[in-house]
């Protein structure tokens, strides 16, 4: 049984329902309980079966309290082996539904252990670090989040997202576009503005030939897809202006043909602050992206550069007087990784970002061989090799 809060729009959303087909193409039998009075854009197999979360969509406290009820009816039915928690809402919910039935539950955590700046919450830190102490299991995204973790829980176990798409084939043909994708209302986190800066600062260290960037021949330009408030929107495309690239930047709202946008771009760029996973990132991987990460303590590094795949180059700036306008950059006190599946970059920091990009772009040879290899990197993620390990794993909390 795997207990999530809707079957629509969100990255764990659409994880659980990866989980949930993946297992019953095993043979095992799969209930989804979830909010099914909201709309649903993931498809789920038929042979699913599902049951309603809640009762009421109107008032908060009375939507949780029928969830409770909702579970225990469905689980004294069903008599699930193991229930998985989508997040820790659902995760609580289900361990309280479930008082006096003997079902292990998986607590499923889909965000980093630690933000930059102001760190967790006393509620978000009283929930990752004594709440998850109920579950018979917590799986999180990353190695670092289980060495941050270290003694302070029992039984974490590192379970990576789901690829999605099948990956691509590597001869496929490749526009001069560089995207990014997320929810502009979060474009703090999404880094949006550090990738708007970092973009000028390319465009105004590359040579302009009639409106093209001369260096590669061709003129590129940065995509951004997903939705946001008309406030969020306004406020990039204001940025946009101030730096002078608003003719070179596209923003693709709301879209349903995002593997289509990662098979035709030739670049993807995380900007992120910080990032639990980046889902994203292995699905461009696979669509055959030539990628640049920005590297939040390591999470990404783990996608992009693991253990025994090490650096290509380290890149480190100095901090001399530029000769030339087009060694500017070059001589700016700035450093990224260039690895054999990608870039990774320093977190808000729009020249080591800028620098990523522009390597990415002038350097044909390297994003050719980057885009062969972080396809085959991306197989590691595909949902057959993520069902083995769930399998694995649910054997060993079940018996």
Known sequence: MIVCSRLSFGGAERVAVLWANGFVNRGNEVVIVSNL??????????????YNLVSTNDNKLKKWISAVSNIRNAVKKEHPDVIIGVMGTCSLVAKIATIRINVPIIMTEHYAFERPGMGLSRLENFFKFYINRLYALV??????DKILIGNRLK????????????PSKQNTTKAHVIL????????????FDVLIRAWALVNGQLKIDNGQLSSTGESWKLQIAGTG???SLNYLKQLCKENGVEDRVEFLGFRNDVEKLYQDASIFVLSSRYEGFGLVLIEAMSQGCACVACDYKGRQREIVCPEGQGSKFNVQGSNSKPETRNQELETRNYKFEACENGILCEPDD?????AGIRKMMEDDEYRESVRAKAIERSKYYSIENTIDRWEKLLDKVVN
């Open 139 to 144: 799986t999180v995204l990353t190695n670092t």
């Open 180 to 191: 990014a994708a997320g929810r502009l209302d979060g474009w703090y986190v999404k880094g």
């Open 229 to 231: 408030s008309e406030e």
């Open 350 to 354: 729009v020249e080591s970002l800028a």
């Open 37 to 50: 009075l909201e709309e649903r854009t993931y498809k789920v197999d038929e042979r699913i079966r599902l």
């Open 155 to 166: 039984n974490v176990v590192v379970v990576n997202n789901p690829l999605s798409y099948l």
